[in-house]
């Protein structure tokens, strides 16, 4: 069910740009996006690996690896009623910025804890480095609540090291540790990727615990979309860089406008429906240094004409917050069946 | 609230599992090396006690009698006695400190009075000089790591690799030569502490011990800081790529909270590994080093023994610098432990 | 049954191919360089600048000049073709003691790692033996008992020094054994000694033509090393001997003198530097993840 989220956005991106320099030429990550993130809502970026959604994520939070850089745009947070350009702000304010308005948990947590430092000193690092004057009972309190809210057991774990924890708890700490200064926002890299499918499903329960009673405003960058039709609000779809469909989850997964997330419907095979065939994918995303022209998905689309190899298509409405790219989406009138 | 494990509970815990199999395998070896000794004392074709025999019977007209007497008395290895009952006398013997007394250093004395004359020197020496090459590697090798590519990378990693190409003792000549001739210095270049002055534990003594220890200490630490020094580099640049760096930048944590507890701890663990090599390394090379600055040292002493076929100081300090070698490797061992908590706590 | 076509891609893998890349490296490149020059100098040196060896006392401790370019030592002899000729001794020590190591240490390895078992718990426990007993402490007992030539000292230097490279050897097997294609030449049945040289060994080549040159470079640490305390007979002038011969003699206390004891250890810097720095561009060119 699709909660009413208030229409109030925390974050702007605008014409956002990505690229990588490597040996072999330059990557093209992320091509002119253009997103608003509303308060409280779970949006979900989803699309194939490579489709530059993971390098969406970093750019929100301005921290984008070497070689990557950031072309042009602009990523805007709206807090406490103010405008935070957050990558015009000088290192030390992004540095402040960063985890006490807007936090990640990074894909494959199973690295992302010091293996030589308990569990509580790297919590309490955290809680220090922002605000020296939070006491070590007040910290503890709050790492307590946490990890409750996470369904760890905060005597077990803090006296831990990361060894010494599954990869499930591992990546419960991790959230719990995004959570720490009470951002507005998280941003999930593929939080369930890389555990196994018990595990996935404690995490989810974990992830809707957190949605229920803190109102965070999430972002989540998957492939999985099963975790999308269980969490989100919102999904974008990035293909080669943009985003080519937006729109309310129950817009995107029953009434897909752009042949990719109809094909992408399509392959998620559904329990419930046994005479369904499954249709992947032909052919490979594009190669990132010399994209063909036009749209970027016409070598693989059933559909294209002439004009998709020439234009790449703008955005266009297709209903009130559902907005696709692509040239031919009235004549298509893609549908899925509704259970 | 959460407490750390205390020192004691760590202790206790840890003796039972790792310190004690490092030390059965000290053991072991030892044994092994023991072993190793006596038969080559005993077994070779030139073995010394023959040699020593023959010896005193062509020189000082001994009967065969009197000089096998006199090497029961000096080697502690009874001749007559069928061969495993002498290995296991020997073993006894060695159990209770008892390695023979001088042939030729200082006759009739105990070795071990004369080893242990010598042995602090060179234990001294190489723990400083090994602490203070570690300390300045790892913090150049961390520096280097950090400003890769920059000049201050470029010139130190090459000095490094000059540096731990030159075998030590070389080096150790080339500072004599540059250093001590040039500048008169040759004095504080010879000896542990200068002839004539009473030892104790005096102010002008201890300036005097530490002047004379310079020469040495610069050449142990001009050769073997290089190897840590590129070893760091190497691990620091691939512990700065690991995921956990990256998580404490966006976690907004102070890039010095970062540089030591986070990329320092992690960088350093397998420089631990290596320590056992060098331990072996640097204690063998005292024997060149202390040669070169006729420092008094089981080094020196090794070379005055052989010179002198005095097979029972030599078979003893061969012994001494092997067991230093074994007993040093399990105190970093230990030190590994404690620093690194996977080995300690189990997972 | 090598091949004309194999041989030729044996050869391009081995040799052209790694030649291109060391000539891209200035380091590499000055080591191969310097090699070769030290290689040239042993073995053509002594017919080019023969060995001066009569002592003319009048012409003692003479600074470097056209005549003497290096100077000549306290018995008057021109240091220059001390130098040439010394090189001989030190490098075929280096070189049989490398050899012998390399050899030793590969064959238990090998056996360590591919056949396991009680054959790899002896290996194991005595290469830990050896290796924590102190090599050059333990090669000067040995040199005082055994009276040393250039064989045997090479015999017991390439002895002595195997256990460090037979313990990466049989890490290498041992992880290499687990890898499909060797599960597949079993299944083929194709003997053990088969599956050992033909499969497993020329993925370790790399590995121990480098550390065949580190070997080297070892050597020549401890046999100058034993020369120098003059627990190794003189057989010859070498370079170890020439650091004896001017320590002893007191050449380090005149300024004019100083290059009897310099041009040894110059020479023997050089040929080290040349090693290391040839054997790290040759782990570059077999290790691409290192290169850039």
Known sequence: ?339 | MVRKMSIQRYLSKVYRNFVVRKVIRGIGIIFATSTLTFFIIRLMPSNPIEIFINQMMSAYGMSYQDAKALALALFTIDLDKPLHEQYIEYLVNLLQGNIGRSIAISPGTPVMEVVSTFLPWTLFSVSVSLLASFALGVTLGMIAAYRRGGIFDKVISAVAAVTSAIPGYLIGILIIVFIGVQFGLINYMRGAYSAGLKPGFTPEFIADVFLHLAAPFATYVLSTFGGWMLSMKASTLSVLGEDYVTVARAKGLPEGRIRTQYVGRNAILPLFTSLTISLGFIFGGSVLIENVFVYRGVGRLLWSSINARDYTVMQAVFLIITISVIVSNIIADLLYGLIDPRIRVGG | MASARGLKRVFRTFVVEPLKIIAGSKAGLAGFIGLLLYISMAVFGPYIVPLDTRPKPEKRYLPPSWEHPLGTDFEGKDIFSQIINGARDVLFVAFMAGTLTVLIATLLGSIAGFKGGLWDSIIMAVDEVLLTIPQFPLLSVLAALVRLNNFTLAAIIGVLSWPALARAIRSQVLSLKERDFIEAARALDLGTRHIVTVEILPNLMPYIVVSWILSMTGAIYSQVGLVFLGFVPFTSHNWGVMINMAWTWGAIYYKTSVWYILSPILAITGFQLSAILFARSLENVFNPRLRG
Not at chain 1, 215 to 232: G, P, Q, R, V, Y
Not at chain 1, 250 to 264: Q, V
Not at chain 1, 311 to 319: F, K, N
């Open chain 1, 1 to 339: 069910m699709a909660i009413a989220a208030q229409r109030e956005p925390v974050i702007v991106v605008r014409n956002l740009s990505v690229e990588y320099l490597t040996p072999r030429g330059v990557v093209k990550a992320v091509r002119n996006v253009n997103l608003e993130v509303f308060k409280g809502e779970t949006l979900f970026i989803v699309g194939e690996s490579g489709s530059g959604k993971s390098t969406l994520g970093f750019a929100l939070l301005n921290l984008v690896p070497q070689p990557g850089y950031v072309k042009e745009g602009e990523v805007v947070y709206r807090v406490d009623g103010k405008e935070v350009n957050l990558m015009k702000l000088p290192p030390d304010e992004q540095r402040k910025f960063r985890w006490k308005h807007a936090s990640m948990v990074f894909q494959a947590a199973l690295n992302s804890l010091n293996p030589v430092l308990r569990v509580w000193d790297q919590l309490y690092d955290t809680i220090k480095a922002h605000d020296r004057n939070v006491s070590r009972e007040e910290a503890y309190e709050k790492v307590r609540n946490l990890l409750s809210l996470v369904r760890l057991d905060a005597d077990r774990v803090l006296r831990a090291y990361p060894h010494q924890l599954s990869g499930g708890m591992r990546q419960r700490v991790m959230i719990a540790m995004a959570l720490l200064l009470d951002p507005h926002i998280v941003i999930l890299d593929e939080p369930t990727t890389a555990l196994d499918l018990l595990t996935q499903k404690n995490i989810i329960e974990v992830l809707k615990n957190i949605k229920s009673k803190l109102h965070t405003t999430m972002i989540f960058i998957t492939h999985d979309l099963s975790l999308a039709a269980e969490l989100a609000d919102r999904v974008a779809v990035m293909y080669a860089g943009r985003i080519v469909e937006l729109g309310d989850v129950y817009e995107i997964f029953y009434r897909p406008k752009h042949p990719y997330t109809y094909a992408l419907m399509k392959t998620v095979p559904k329990l419930t429906s046994v005479d369904e065939e499954l249709y992947p994918i032909p052919g490979s995303p594009p190669d990132m240094v010399n994209m063909p022209p036009g749209c970027k998905f016409h070598p693989r689309c059933p559909y294209s004409a002439d004009v998709c190899k020439q234009v790449e298509p703008l955005d266009e409405w297709v209903a009130s917050g559902h907005l696709v790219a692509c040239h031919l989406w009235k004549e298509l009138k893609l549908e899925v069946r509704a259970p």
